[in-house]
């Protein structure tokens, strides 16, 4: 049974602060600094996080960052991360999810056609380039009866979407449904969208996680961080156009 939140565990000793009383955490995000995380930059810039007694230092990530390294070896206290926790925990890594944010994955497959419409089977006839962790599209594509192994999967690059609308030698990439397509509509080039929920695979989105050690070494600070976190995200949902502007 994946853990959603464990929050009742032993604290450990005493935390180590600042000079002004907050204590400095570390969130990894999983991708580069956009809207996907409005909710963590509302919740620093309406000072919910120093309110807490939060210093906070958001980090932003890329393709091939594996945010739950990050988290379990220490180098970040939280990360925001993907279904592929499901994986990650699973396989024993000691992760514990926190919050999570979109009740269903963003995360699609885009492919490059002049057609109104193409099967999913075209998606095996070139190279793909999928993001790291991208457990909803791999199920997605097994039950289609592309085996995953079998395809010409390459690295994911922060350009993948230019790379794909230039038609330079790839066909496909992952993409988040609420971003990618709408870019591709406005630059006018024709694409078909394959959703995991189209083929009954249906995960949860961006969620927000720590380790295990840190809930049971800090647990004051992991119920600040994330009622702070949940504040922030509040707000953002409930002001769009203000969490877009930061």
Known sequence: MFIICCLGLVFGGPLL???????????????????????????????????????????????TLDVTEEVVSGKADFGVGTSSLLVDYAEGKPVVVLGVIYQHSPLVLIMRTDKLSDPIAKLGEGPLMIEAHSGDLFAMLSRAGLAPDELDIMDHPPDAIDIMAA????????????????????????????????????????????????????????????????????????????????
């Open 17 to 63: 602060a600042k000079p002004d009383g907050t204590e400095r955490v570390v969130l990894q995000l999983k991708w580069s600094h956009q809207f996907q995380f409005a909710g963590y930059y509302m919740a620093e810039h309406l000072s919910y996080y120093r309110d807490a007694g939060i210093d906070i230092e958001i980090r932003p990530g890329s393709a």
């Open 167 to 246: 038609r330079q030698g790839v066909s496909s990439i992952s993409a988040y449904q609420t971003d990618e397509p709408y870019t591709l509509d406005q630059k006018g080039i024709r694409h078909v969208v394959f959703t995991p929920r189209a083929y009954g695979v249906d995960f949860y989105g961006d969620n927000f996680f720590t380790s295990r050690s840190m809930v049971q070494e800090r647990k004051d600070l992991v119920k600040r961080f994330r009622n702070a976190t949940l504040k922030g995200w509040k707000v953002a949902l409930e002001n769009p156009e203000e969490a877009a502007a930061r």
